[in-house]
């Protein structure tokens, strides 16, 4: 590698545009990637909603926003292929590895001298294990990598995230409750019914249902409140950094297959995740010592007993 940025740092660009759980399962990359290249000046190309969340790591040095220009966009597209032409990128890891970011590597340029991880056609480090995509996320990034040079990806880690959480006046006894999920699939959401019963089970056991999400979710918090009125409802109020907070605190997190539910795992906190036959657990499920996974092919078969059955604490 040749190209040189900053005072004479090589760049290396890293790729991973979203979602959240698939950005949180990223980190453990980008830390290797980080130790790998230590001398180097490490930039993160993502979308907005995780800009803020990733300049707080220490794994990267500047983090640019994809503005996700469409075919018919001919301004965005010439600006961000000038913006990845002049960076004088000496690597590429393209933890994204879709059709989006296949594409950027030819706006970057086949024929330039950049070295480049992933699946696009003419990588210098492809990606071309045929099970890639019968691994869990964690398992193919590391395979990934490991064909790229960098032979230990360490899992998921947001202890650098920091918030202060004294503004929700919560008490030491907490339990996370995340009952939303992409608007678009409602299947993968375990009826709010039981999750109010959840909560009042939860609450009888002396700790304080919390819920979280997105403002979206509003409603749902509502609905569980209106069962147990002394929950509390962050919903719409935690950013990502509050989320990593809220885990290395909670007795337990309990939720559906969604983006939260990472940060919150990653974050250290006991999990049970709950799975339709929507996805596969064993391709994206958080993973840790203390992540309890239960399945059915429709959530409306889990009772709200054998979700609390999981629940370890006293």
């Known amino acids: 590698m040749t190209a040189a940025g900053v005072a004479g740092r090589p760049r290396i660009l890293v790729i991973k545009l979203g979602a959240l759980g698939d950005v949180v399962q990223a980190l453990g990359p980008m830390a290797a990637i980080r130790r790998h290249h230590a001398d180097a000046e490490i930039v993160l190309l993502t979308t907005a909603p995780f800009a803020e969340f990733l300049r707080a790591s220490p794994y990267v040095d500047t983090v640019w926003i994809d503005e996700r220009p469409s075919p018919l966009d001919l301004a965005g597209l010439w600006r961000l292929r000038r913006r990845l032409r002049g960076a004088g990128f000496a690597r590429v890891y393209d933890l994204q590895t879709s059709s989006r970011s296949n594409w950027y590597f030819c706006l970057l340029g086949r024929g330039r001298r950049v070295e480049w991880s992933g699946i696009a056609r003419g990588a210098s480090h492809p990606h071309d294990n045929p099970a890639r995509n019968a691994l869990h996320t964690l398992d193919r990034q590391a395979d990934q990598l490991r064909r790229a040079g960098i032979p230990h990806?360490?899992?998921?880690?947001?202890?650098?995230?920091?918030?202060?959480?004294?503004?929700?006046?919560?008490?030491?006894?907490?339990?996370?409750?995340?009952?939303?999920?992409?608007?678009?699939?409602?299947?993968?959401?375990?009826?709010?019914?039981?999750?109010?019963?959840?909560?009042?089970?939860?609450?009888?056991?002396?700790?304080?249902?919390?819920?979280?999400?997105?403002?979206?979710?509003?409603?749902?918090?509502?609905?569980?409140?209106?069962?147990?009125?002394?929950?509390?409802?962050?919903?719409?109020?935690?950013?990502?950094?509050?989320?990593?907070?809220l885990g290395r605190r909670a007795l337990w997190a309990v939720g559906n297959d969604t983006g939260p539910m990472h940060v919150l795992v990653a974050a250290g906190a006991p999990a049970t995740v709950l799975y339709s036959a929507a996805s596969d657990p064993a391709l994206t499920a958080p993973r840790g010592p203390k992540v309890r996974v239960l399945q059915r092919t429709s959530l409306a078969e889990l009772g709200v007993e054998e979700v609390a059955a999981t629940l370890a604490f006293g």
Request: aromatic letters at 4%; zero cysteines.
């Open 153 to 245: 990806v360490p899992p998921p880690d947001v202890s650098w995230a920091r918030a202060d959480l004294e503004r929700f006046r919560l008490p030491e006894r907490v339990v996370v409750l995340v009952p939303g999920g992409a608007p678009h699939r409602p299947e993968k959401r375990w009826p709010i019914e039981r999750y109010a019963a959840l909560a009042s089970l939860i609450a009888t056991r002396g700790a304080l249902p919390v819920v979280v999400g997105g403002t979206v979710e509003k409603d749902l918090a509502a609905r569980i409140l209106a069962a147990v009125p002394a929950a509390r409802d962050l919903a719409g109020e935690t950013s990502l950094a509050d989320l990593a907070a």
